[in-house]
């Protein structure tokens, strides 16, 4: 039954009167008798008493603020801080109402004396759970008995009682009129929800429910709240807006779009069952909004102050100190997404873990990056080890390279961000979002050798991050299963990871991605804020001595993420692991420079030949390789090309229709000892040595 009981019979209710527009309704009036017209300031008016009980439409939270001066203990109601238009349908009015609850706990937040009297109980909010209270009466009592009721047409607002409006006054000292009028307060105090602590101190997270104390109320409780639905159209005053209300509100019609509140004769009843359609529609909204919203907004950034040892996470500063549970716990997990790779089709596993191992240093280091690249504009030292750009490629997917970024993302911010794909990120995207995003590396997925082709001139032009001096430029990280691997120009700005792994057939890929989803969604942040504690005072070291020393090294360069490496492997000993064989030292020249993957393209060579041993031929100092004339076969021999190093002279030959020739030189000594197949002393083969129609790789 959805949580819902008999409506009268379970006080878990709360039944709320509606507004009703019957001809024959009569209207509560209070006869009074002019006594005489005063002149008072608004000090005269309010000051000698002790207790303010308050209800007011449109409100101002800083005239509130300054009012409570004279006053110890106070009640506020606050009715609706908005313009109201005339709209008899139910989910619109609740709208209205929901929205009322959230901007008073939003306002009340801004000032900490509210806030600090809420806590300490000397103060209470609440805003109507239904009703759109539309009277502004203030009642105010001191501890010898002496009562004052201002019945005003002005509203809790600094400018309505300045004379800046025009507005009508009007007080009553008589016991007689405070009895009457705090009874009808009273019956608006207990129909209202609490505006509790709890919801004015939570950080803004854009969650219309946690945030609403009507709906807050609601999902903790597990009481149903039973509305009355006006039996006529509904009109109010229209007043000025002084806060953004019709935003807000578009929210609330968002989240109420598809909700059909039940309904019997007349009530309405919104019951837990309909709270959580509406917290689904919350995360429907929130997914519209992470594609509309600008960069800036949507994306977390990370700021880093080496000199006084801390970082900032959306400007808010980061607590470096985590707990040995909260290390320990993201380092167990860290190890579970690793032992993950077990389950992996891959000719070498072990490379396979050690290819992600590099890849979550580069992106943990990577906030580093671009405050390096500043300091070592100005002293004239090397860039080339601090790069902007990182490509993660495989020849398939589920090679695990998207899971890793992922984690490693969520360990850096503990948000999950999913980065973006290709077809919606323009070369304009992304100049904005280096400009945009601070230290948070971002990702873009799906790439292909056309996107490379069209944003080519960015990754080839990193100096714009120093010679502008921007400290907090991102990294950016591109993934892809249909791209050749980059050629020397491009690699000398890059990164560049293959993975050569890929799932099972006979794993559930579908239960696999969910496995993956729940594992991000259990990682924290402690294990990076130790890393940032420890790589800080590392990285401070490295800074102070680019900056003040005189002369350098012949052959230095910052090496960030050898330190980057060290830190890890330190976490990993300071508290009590053992490390696994992946996890090691790593240095910019042999794991991630331009000719770091050489000797895994000679490696690849020579394990093509031998497990194709038909498709080659070798003299004494010749290798014919044939290839075919297939898209597969083409990109691979591309990929020879263009990660072998320089001094072996590469190079691809067209000859007739479908030949091609790739000719390498000096291989000899970057070859494994373990490779069964005597590649040395190659020459260049004559073009008569070819088979007509044949793609061939020639080395030499």
């Known amino acids: 039954m959805d949580g819902q009981m008999n409506l009268f019979a379970n006080d878990a209710f709360s039944v709320i009167e509606g507004i009703s527009t019957k001809d024959d309704e009569l209207l509560k009036c209070f006869k009074s008798e002019l006594q005489s017209v005063e002149y008072m300031t608004l000090k005269d008016l309010f000051s000698g008493f002790n207790m303010i009980k308050a209800i007011t439409f449109s409100y101002d939270i800083g005239f509130i603020n ?54 300490d109980g000397d103060i209470e909010f609440k805003t109507p759970s239904f009703v759109l209270d539309h009277r502004k ?43 009457a009028y705090v009874k009808d307060f009273e019956t608006a105090w207990d129909i209202s929800q609490a505006i509790t602590m709890d919801v004015i101190s939570s950080k803004k997270t854009d969650n219309l429910v946690e945030e609403n104390v009507i709906l807050k109320g609601i999902k903790e409780t597990g009481h149903a709240i039973v509305l009355q639905q006006p039996e006529g159209d509904i ?6 807006y002084t806060i953004d209300h019709g935003a807000i509100k578009e929210k609330y019609q968002a989240l109420l779009g598809d909700v059909k509140p039940k309904s019997k004769t007349g009530l309405f009843e919104i019951v837990p069952k309909t709270l959580e359609k509406m917290e689904y529609n919350q995360k429907k909204l929130l997914q519209k909004k992470m594609k509309t919203r600008n960069i800036t907004e949507r994306y977390p950034s990370l700021t880093l102050d080496l000199y006084h040892g801390e970082a900032f996470l959306n400007g808010k500063q980061l607590h470096l100190n985590p707990t040995d549970e909260e290390v320990k716990h993201d380092i167990n997990e860290i190890i579970g997404i690793f032992h993950n790779f077990e389950q992996f089709v891959s000719s070498d596993i072990e490379k396979l873990k050690y ?85 948070v590396p971002f990702f873009i997925d799906e790439i292909d050798n056309l996107y490379i082709s069209r944003i080519k001139d960015i990754i080839k032009n990193p100096e714009k991050c120093e010679e502008n001096q921007l400290e907090d430029m991102p990294m950016i990280l591109f993934a892809s299963n249909d791209v050749l691997k980059p050629d020397e120009p ?86 009590g692991y053992t490390l696994p064989s992946y ?69 691809i030959l067209f000859t007739r229709e479908y030949w091609n020739t790739a000719k390498f030189q000096s291989i000899e000594k970057y070859l494994k000892k373990d490779v069964d197949i005597n590649l040395v002393n190659f020459h260049y083969l004559e073009r008569n040595d070819f088979i007509d129609d044949t793609f061939i790789c020639k080395i030499t």
């Open 66 to 119: 300054e009012l409570m001066e004279h006053f110890d203990y106070g009640e506020v109601i606050l009715g609706g801080n908005f313009l109201v238009q005339k709209d008899g349908k139910l989910n619109d009015l609740l709208a209205e109402v929901l929205t009322n609850a959230y901007e008073a706990g939003k306002a009340i937040q801004k000032y900490d004396k509210l806030a600090n009297m809420l806590t």
């Open 235 to 240: 009109s109010f005053d229209n007043i000025k």
């Open 137 to 179: 009466i203030y009642l105010l009592k001191s501890d010898n008995g002496r009562t004052r009721v201002i019945k005003a047409s002005a509203n809790l607002s600094k400018k309505a009682w300045n004379n800046d409006h025009i507005e009508h006054y009007e007080y009553d000292d008589s016991k007689e009129c405070y009895e």
């Open 355 to 439: 290819t992600h191992y590099k890849l979550m240093n580069a992106i943990f280091c990577s906030p580093f990056h671009a405050k390096f690249r500043c300091a070592s504009k100005i002293k004239g030292v090397s860039t080339d080890s601090l790069p902007l750009f990182a490509l993660i490629s495989s020849e398939t997917s589920n090679s695990g390279k998207t899971f890793m970024i992922k984690a490693a993302l969520k360990l850096m911010t503990g948000k999950e961000l999913d980065g973006t794909k290709a077809c919606d990120y323009s070369k304009d995207n992304i100049r904005e979002t280096q400009l945009a995003v601070k230290g």
């Open 490 to 575: 491009l690699r000398k700005r890059m990164i560049f990871f293959a993975m050569d792994g890929a799932l099972p057939s006979t794993i559930d890929k579908t239960a696999y991605a969910s496995r993956g989803k729940s594992i991000i969604r259990k990682l924290g942040t402690g294990f990076y804020r130790e890393y940032l504690s420890k790589m800080m005072d590392k990285a401070k070291e490295e800074l102070d001595f680019i900056i003040y020393s005189k002369e350098f090294p012949d052959d230095y360069y910052p090496k960030l993420l050898a330190l980057s490496s060290e830190v890890i492997i330190s976490i990993f000993e300071d508290y």
């Open 583 to 651: 996890i090691r030292k790593l240095t910019w020249n042999d794991d991630y420079s331009m000719d770091s993957n050489a000797d895994e393209i000679v490696h690849e060579i020579a394990s093509f030949c031998k497990n194709n041993k038909k498709a080659y031929k070798l003299t004494k100092d010749r290798l014919l390789i044939e290839c075919g004339i297939d898209k597969d076969s083409q990109r691979k021999i591309n990929s020879w090309k263009n990660l072998l190093p320089a001094e072996m002279k590469a190079e």
